[in-house]
């Protein structure tokens, strides 16, 4: 049941945009989207739960198709802060269980 | 405030040890869980605990042994662990089970554990 991420990597010049999808074999409920940067803890940027929704953190968006059972995160404009490794986490029916993709690890340089 | 503490910040064990890992949470959550991160790797849940009751435990060995005394604090109490066992072990909350729901995970730094 784990989501499958894609790309695996990214590497950017500040400045550029990416997309980082996520996609399930399974009916998602929900999509939590979380950045980890290297030896600290995921730290929570969004949820989105309705299909279709898109929601937005400064110059990192995302949306929700529920019928294709996928998810896409949108970097605009990156900066130095966003190089770390990104996590979408789906969840299904089963409360109290968040399935994580492997990761795609975004890289910004100056 | 959304933190989640967790004490100790390193730990080096050896396989015949017992030690205990620490999570607190002031933010009135009632869902609580522990995961496991190796490098490069997402995170891999264990064990989640709902109104200090276990509700998930995704088949960890019995050398970890989870403990939720009460609704701020969770323990994970590990004894005769493996050289493979070493990882990052995150503990998140949320106010309640987060999943399928609008409910958020909110992680701890994490404790980085290696066994000798």
């Known amino acids: 049941q784990q989501p499958v991420q894609s790309p695996q990597a990214v590497i950017l010049r500040e400045g550029e945009d990416a997309v980082i999808n996520c996609s399930s074999s399974?009916?998602?409920?929900?999509v939590h989207w979380y950045r980890q940067k290297h030896g600290e803890a995921p730290v929570f940027l969004m949820i989105?739960?309705?299909?279709?929704e898109q929601k937005g953190h400064e110059k990192i968006s995302a949306s929700f198709n529920e019928k294709k059972q996928q998810s896409s995160l949108y970097l605009t404009a990156s900066q130095l802060s966003y190089s770390g490794t990104y996590f979408c986490g789906t969840g299904g029916s089963t409360l109290g269980r968040l399935y994580f993709g492997r990761g795609t690890q975004l890289t910004v340089w100056p | 405030d959304t933190e989640v503490t967790q004490t100790p910040k390193h730990l080096v064990m050896g396989m015949t040890n017992k030690k205990s890992l620490k999570c607190e949470q002031h933010?009135?959550?009632?869902?609580m869980y522990w995961y496991k991160q190796k490098a490069k790797k997402p995170p891999e849940l264990m064990f989640v605990?709902?109104?200090?009751?276990?509700?998930i435990n995704e088949s960890v060995p019995s050398r970890f042994s989870p403990e939720c005394p009460n609704s701020s604090l969770l323990n994970l109490h590990l004894h005769a662990l493996q050289p493979e066992d070493s990882a990052l072990y995150l503990c998140?909350?949320?106010?309640?089970?987060?999943?399928?729901?609008?409910?958020?995970?909110?992680f701890g730094p994490g404790t980085r554990l290696l066994v000798l």
């Open positions: 605990y709902s109104y200090e009751k276990l509700s």
């Open positions: 399974k009916a998602l409920y929900s």
């Open positions: 998140a909350s949320s106010h309640r089970l987060a999943g399928g729901t609008q409910e958020t995970q909110y």
């Open positions: 933010m009135g959550h009632r869902a």
């Open positions: 989105l739960l309705k299909g279709g």
